[in-house]
């Protein structure tokens, strides 16, 4: 069959996905920095508090924002084996509560002894807060109340109890971002190692020899068929080998022949070579879409211990690549094949 070759480079089969994914994982990076602009502290600062008794704090500006909210953290103070239920208020200009949190902290600690051995350990569970979202401007306070407190014998305590006290605007939830970041990460990585062996594993041919051939219904238009050559030799091998490819259509008749330089890396253990390996690959559209046969002849053959000839159909690309079109040319009266 008469054809028509032509070498190009392209970037028409680069595979978008991987990109899109890995620019969600950008996007999620960039908000996780951006996201430390609208951070500002507005007071920190550690209180006292009575029993069944309340400390207001100083009075805030909250102003809305596109970005991030109000954030109160609050960490109770305790001595160990006590706890404390306290509730954290935020009341508007007239000192009525508009949201409020409580939270029941407790510390303990204590020795343990087994088999002779000994020791100490800690537990607790302190830190309370509250994030609000402004939806105009308005001027709020921030209050502390102290609604029961004891020890772990069951005594109730009259002693004030510290707390200390963080009051932030802008601050912004970052724990979904983390996971967004990693999450889009993994899919992008995972795309760009699925693009290279996307489409069909068409030929996969491994023998102990250097001439592999195999043949498979490939190509048609806008079809993109990797052609990749793996080559295990052993310590003789020069320092490259040549792997000659030849494509036949479906009556046998030569539609491509060429030589594709290899070069080898050698793996090498206390200072000698041990073995080899080699890897080429190079893409094709073969029109119409039909059976091709591939036959390959890794040269020279002597070192040559495995030989590996792998063709994809309907591939994809991370980039631009060197494509060979192969078509009829177009005095030939071939049939085409119209099935995509």
């Given at each position: ?38 951070y ?33 953290d609050?960490r109770?103070l ?5 706890w404390?239920i ?24 204590g ?32 209050a ?43 899919l ?9 062996v996307?489409g ?45 490819l ?94 995509p």
């Amino acid at each position: 069959m008469p054809v028509t070759t032509q070498t190009q480079r392209t970037s028409r089969f680069v595979d978008p996905w991987s990109y899109i994914a890995l620019g969600a994982a950008g996007l999620v990076l960039l908000a996780l920095m951006g996201s430390q602009f609208f951070y500002k502290k507005l007071t920190s600062e550690t209180v006292s508090v009575e029993p069944e008794e309340s400390v207001e704090l100083e009075s805030i500006q909250l102003e809305p924002q596109l970005i991030g909210a109000l954030r109160i953290d609050v960490r109770a103070l305790l001595p160990s084996n006590t706890w404390v239920i306290y509730e954290i208020q935020i009341l508007d200009q007239n000192g009525d509560v508009i949201a409020s949190a409580m939270k029941e902290a407790w510390s303990e600690s204590g020795t343990w002894y087994e088999d002779g051995e000994s020791g100490s350990w800690s537990e607790s569970d302190l830190q309370g807060g509250l994030d609000v979202q402004a939806k105009k401007n308005e001027q709020i306070t921030v209050a502390i109340a102290v609604l029961e407190y004891g020890n772990t014998s069951g005594q109730e305590l009259q002693q004030p109890v510290e707390f200390k006290v963080t009051v932030e605007n802008g601050v912004v939830d970052t724990r979904y971002l983390w996971s967004g970041l990693i999450g889009s990460t993994i899919l992008g990585l995972i795309a760009i190692l699925a693009t290279p062996v996307s489409g069909k594993t068409a030929i996969a041919k491994t023998i102990q020899d250097s001439d592999p051939s195999g043949r498979a219904t490939v190509g048609g238009a806008n079809q993109l068929v990797r052609v990749k050559i793996n080559v295990k030799s052993d310590e003789t091998s020069p320092r490259q080998l040549n792997a000659r490819l030849v494509i036949n259509d479906a009556y046998g008749e030569q539609v491509y022949a060429r030589a594709l330089p290899m070069p080898l890396s050698f793996k090498e253990e206390d200072g000698r070579v041990e073995s080899a390996t080699g890897q080429v690959q190079c893409f094709f559209t073969l029109e119409p879409r039909s059976s091709y046969g591939f036959h390959l002849d890794v040269m020279p053959d002597a070192p040559v211990d495995q030989t590996t000839l792998t063709v994809r159909d309907r591939n994809r690309t991370l980039g631009s690549v060197e494509v060979v079109h192969i078509r009829p040319s177009p005095l030939s009266d071939y049939p085409q094949d119209k099935h995509p």
